[in-house]
């Protein structure tokens, strides 16, 4: 991936209030395809009221009790997808919403539009920034008002409002938490993520990878020889420069190593002496571990066997792979998990 920079201006008080009509026509456009079904929908709530928003507003009632529901995997769907996602299925994702939402905005004659863009983001509390990733885009519509202009409505937020409020991470998690959501291991990474010392880490990697991507790789031929000019070198070129970096960066890099080693020697063999002492006492139950099987399959499969330590195991397993892995030991979690090991089931 080549990193890219650019600079955008943004005019969020520009006027709106006017729609020529060569701007109008193609916002009315609708295939030739829908159904009179689809059509019928959308002429009744025009035929209730010849007031746009209350139109709009019947359209979102529309998708609020209709029994629609959010889903990131809703299959594909036939020839009349419009038709069967608005009367039968009612399952699909933002985009689903946004594009039936505009097309029966059209149908009843109000201009409509889909918007794609990202919806979220996460701040860096290290590198001060907004990360924004492909998994938070999101599409939503802008609706055409005579007293108003363009406005935003997003049909998304009546069929998923954490979708929309809360962000993508605390939506799946939410999901998964009450069963919505069979991607467990994604989610726990998520949750994951979000732990103090994981979000630290994280947070420092993203801001030497952006420090990389703005200071490095954007450091052309005019900003390197103002650099050397400005600490008394000119003359010398770049690959005096990346010399002197990849030193410095191996020795940074030799350092955080050993320091790593020496800190986590001790607390990964405590560590793992307590997850072997959990399986003893699964195994004593009738939940073995299989050679091959991780921490998170286990526990999977152990809390179908025990049901009633079910919320134990989960957390000892969660515990263990978040302690297994940090680049340094968290007194508090390790203390919290040689508890719950302790008191599993008391089995010794």
């Known amino acids: 991936r080549q990193p890219r920079r650019y600079e955008v201006t943004s005019y969020p008080e520009i006027p709106n209030n006017r729609l020529h009509s060569r701007e109008r026509e193609p916002l009315l456009q609708v295939p030739a395809s829908i159904s009179p079904r689809a059509r019928a929908l959308a002429q009744s709530w025009k035929g209730e009221t010849a007031e746009p928003r209350e139109v709009v507003k019947k359209a979102l009632e529309f ?4 029994g629609f529901q959010y889903s990131f995997s809703p299959g594909e769907y036939g020839k009349n997808d419009l038709d069967e996602f608005l009367f039968h299925r009612r399952l699909g994702f933002c985009e689903h919403y946004a594009a039936s939402f505009a097309t029966l905005m059209r149908l009843a004659g109000i201009p409509a539009r889909v918007v794609t863009g990202y919806l979220g983001g996460e701040y860096n509390e290290i590198g001060h920034f907004f990360l924004v990733r492909q998994a938070d885009a999101h599409a939503w519509c802008e609706v055409w008002f005579p007293d108003s202009g363009w406005e935003r409505v997003d049909p998304t937020a009546v069929v998923a409002p954490d979708r929309v409020n809360l962000g993508l991470n605390f939506f799946l998690e939410r999901r998964a938490a009450t069963g919505q959501l069979d991607n467990t291991q994604g989610v726990f990474a998520r949750q994951l993520a979000r732990w103090p010392i994981f979000d630290r880490a994280r947070f420092g990697w993203q801001t030497l ?11 052309d031929g005019d900003e390197q020889a103002s650099f050397f000019a400005s600490v ?3 003359g010398h070129g770049p690959i005096f420069f990346i010399v002197g970096s990849l030193a410095f960066a191996i020795a940074l890099l030799t350092l955080y190593a050993g320091w790593t080693h020496l800190r986590t ?3 990964g063999n405590r560590v793992k002496i307590m997850y072997e002492t959990f399986c003893r006492k699964a195994a004593r139950l009738g939940a073995s571990r299989n050679p091959s099987e991780g921490p998170l399959d286990f526990s999977l499969r152990a809390r179908r066997l025990l049901p009633n330590e079910s919320e134990r195991i989960w957390r000892i397993a969660n515990t263990y792979i978040a302690l297994r892995y940090a680049p340094a030991p968290d007194p508090m979690m390790l203390e ?4 719950e090991v302790n008191a599993f ?3 010794s």
């Open 63 to 66: 998708f609020h009790t209709q």
């Open 209 to 219: 990878s952006y420090a990389w991507d703005t200071r490095v790789l954007s450091f």
């Open 232 to 234: 008394g070198m000119a």
């Open 265 to 267: 020697r001790p607390h």
């Open 336 to 339: 919290q998990f040689a508890k």
């Open 345 to 347: 089931v008391h089995a």
